[in-house]
């Protein structure tokens, strides 16, 4: 047995690990659910990009706040939700965490701080500043993260919103996920600048960095001093993170004609999880075995939540307009 | 009883709930230190500070955005339109975001919002800062919508707003800013979803919005003369909307006119006149009737803006014909 101070100082990049495998596994099997049909509306997938969800919610509470995207599996999942709750409401079940109202593209958990997932790219954006305004009001430490991609950078909600959160120093942190395409549109194409922290320094004067999004490490790294930042009244940071998905935009769609078999097999390569496996044996965090035993209980808890799910009840239908106004239930 | 302006009426209701609930925050453009180009914040900012009397660079779908963010966290914002015009910039956080995440959340997050903003035809203020668009955010799921006509509803509806936890959008039609009203000093609120009878009759009953409603209630008294005998409803919210009374109206008059300065197609008028067609056909004696603004962007000269609006010659008519029939 390895010493205690080892283990200790271990375990919490372990957990990375075993968050980012949580998430590669709960993506695989949604995806086969997907095409089993078990699915009926839209899955957009986190596959290759998970050591940025798990490296930036390793640093928040369960009272901090996080606004999302249609991408939105590993988000959840990496701020508690469980994998039987993504899975139920992916497949429209009472027990979703949406009870069945929202699908993929729609999840909450408020209680631990989920505070949606979204079908519209953008408004994760203001939300988060907003979820900043509100802590800042009231005298809070709760700081709030908006995720987003490559796609919303052009948007006007990211000016607005990431000049809002400068010039009231709003305890907010911005995480953009460049996977360099936005659907079929290329970043490329879509800016003259593509250094995303770049552009926010110079724009709005806020703290930005830009890491490789797929070393979950420097993930974690850049998270934990915006989380400090906005924890401490310093105001609000970006965090531009590289990365690149290596499924389709969305299960069910052609990928063909904007990128590159080359690209994708290049990207293959950079595996966020596999480049931390390796780095925790060599580091001598964890071995071989401990890996695997830990990919094995991640598979277990997959399986469990999609038997869950498929056995879990469909919503009553007379409950169908529930909840549209806060009295009505 | 003291008589204060309508202006006057809505902005102790924001006084007084900001006294008592810290989370309310106010945005908008020049609500701080000027207190609001119509006066609605005015002497507030050195109570509260910048904090809560937030102004903001002109972004409305951002700060629209960044309310729904802070409603859905604890605080309970009031957007300061100025303008309702500007509402539209803000268009998709309100219909995709604001009006649904009560919804998709099942409950779990609240969405205590106040959107406020004056409406109306008046002043040639020509077609950017003419708009009402209530319609729009009645036709939507999740919103409530209040449009006072006096300074006692104003104040009593404000308070329902900042002390429920949907979303009101609050219309305070320009030309009623400065009539003076009666005003208790003793706290009340009120209900939504409860229409006033403002003026009881037999002949025939009119449903008359906002401003249309003291232009219909100086029209009747004229008709009192002729031995016209009219009942008048004013709505005061119209979501929800209190259908039962204007049923109830019908019932004993049988014959409803609608006044309404917005447009008719898909409007206000429209939504009445098929539910009492659904569940008050058999209590008409004459076809319903409505009353409403032309069709038209507003135009800016006296001449044509007058042109486009019911004035009194025209409730009077519409009311005539009512009765005639
Ligand atoms: C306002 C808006 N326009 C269009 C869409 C359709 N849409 C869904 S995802 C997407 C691309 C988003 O790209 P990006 O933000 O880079 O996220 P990614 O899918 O790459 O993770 C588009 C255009 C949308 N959801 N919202
Ligand atoms: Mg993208």
């Known amino acids: 047995m390895a010493n205690d101070r080892t283990a200790s100082g271990s375990e919490p990049l372990v957990a990375l690990y075993r968050m980012m495998v949580l998430i590669r596994r709960t993506e695989e099997q949604l995806a086969r659910a997907h095409q089993m049909g078990l699915v009926p509306g839209p899955c957009h997938t986190y596959v290759g990009e998970e050591a940025i969800a798990t490296g930036v919610c390793a640093n928040l509470r369960a009272d901090d706040v996080v606004f999302s995207t249609h991408r939105g599996h590993g988000h959840a999942l990496a701020k508690g939700v469980s994998p039987r709750a993504v899975a139920a409401e992916l497949m429209g079940k009472a027990t979703g965490c949406s009870q069945g109202r929202g699908g993929s593209m729609h999840l909450f958990a408020p209680e631990i701080g989920l505070m949606g997932t979204s079908g519209i790219v953008g408004p994760s954006i203001l939300q988060g500043a907003g979820a900043g305004y509100s802590f800042k009001l009231l005298g809070s430490d709760q700081v709030s993260v908006a995720f987003f991609g490559d796609g919303a950078v052009s948007n006007g909600a990211f000016h607005e919103g990431l000049n809002m959160a400068a010039i009231w120093d709003l305890p907010v942190i911005f995480v953009c996920e460049d996977n360099m395409y936005a659907t079929e549109v290329a970043f490329r194409d879509a800016t003259r600048v593509q250094d995303v922290a770049q552009r926010v320094r110079a724009s709005y004067d806020m703290a930005a960095v830009r890491v490789d999004g797929n070393d979950v490490l420097a993930v974690r790294q850049a998270a934990e001093e915006a989380v400090a930042r906005a924890r401490s009244g310093d105001g609000p940071s970006l965090i531009d993170c590289k990365t690149y998905r290596t499924r389709p935009h969305a299960e069910g769609m052609r990928d063909g004609g904007y990128r590159t078999a080359e690209e994708m097999a290049a990207w293959k390569q950079r595996d966020p999880i596999a480049a931390h496996a390796a780095w925790l044996i060599e580091a001598g965090h964890a071995s071989a075995a401990d890996l695997e035993a830990i990919e094995a209980e991640a598979t277990t808890t997959v399986n469990d939540a999609i038997e869950f799910a498929r056995s879990s009840p469909f919503p009553d239908p007379a409950t169908a307009a529930d909840f549209i106004f806060s009295a009505g239930a | ?325």
């Open chain 2, 1 to 325: 009883m003291r008589e204060i302006t309508y202006t006057e009426a809505a902005r102790e209701a924001l006084a007084e709930q900001m006294a008592v609930d810290p989370s309310i925050f106010v945005v908008g453009e020049g609500i701080g230190e000027r207190g609001g180009n119509f006066n609605t914040t005015l002497g507030l900012y050195e109570k509260y500070g910048p904090m809560r009397l937030r102004d903001t660079p002109i972004v409305e779908r951002g700060f629209v955005g960044l309310c729904a963010g802070a409603a859905m966290t604890g605080s309970r914002p009031v957007v300061d339109f100025m303008f309702i015009d500007f509402i539209l910039d803000s268009m998709g956080e309100l219909l995709n975001q604001i009006s649904k995440i009560q919804y998709m959340s099942s409950g779990r997050i609240k969405m205590p919002i106040v959107l406020r903003g004056c409406i109306g035809i008046g002043g040639a203020a020509a077609t950017h800062h003419s708009g009402s668009y209530y319609p729009l955010f009645v036709h939507i799921p999740g919103f409530r919508v209040a449009t006072p006509s006096n300074p006692y509803d104003a104040k009593g509806l404000l308070k329902t707003a900042l002390t429920g936890d949907d979303p009101v959008l609050f219309l305070e039609h320009k030309l009623l800013l400065n009539r003076r009203g009666p005003v208790p000093e003793a706290e009340y609120a009120l209900p939504f979803g409860q229409a006033a009878v403002i003026r009881e009759g037999s002949d025939a009953t009119v449903v008359a919005l906002a401003v249309m409603a003291p232009k219909v209630l100086d029209v009747c008294d004229e008709l009192a003369k002729d031995r016209l005998d009219i009942e008048v409803i004013d709505p005061r919210t119209l979501a929800p909307l209190d259908m039962a009374t204007i049923l109830e109206s019908v019932g004993k008059t049988g014959r409803l006119l609608i006044a309404d300065e917005t447009f008719g197609p898909c409007g206000i008028g429209a939504e009445i006149s098929a539910q009492v067609m659904e569940q008050g056909f058999d209590d008409l004696d004459a076809p319903i009737a409505r009353l409403n603004g032309v069709h038209t962007p507003t135009p800016y000269s006296p001449s044509l803006e007058s042109a486009i609006i019911p004035d009194n010659a025209a409730i009077e008519k519409a009311i005539r014909d009512l009765v005639a029939e």
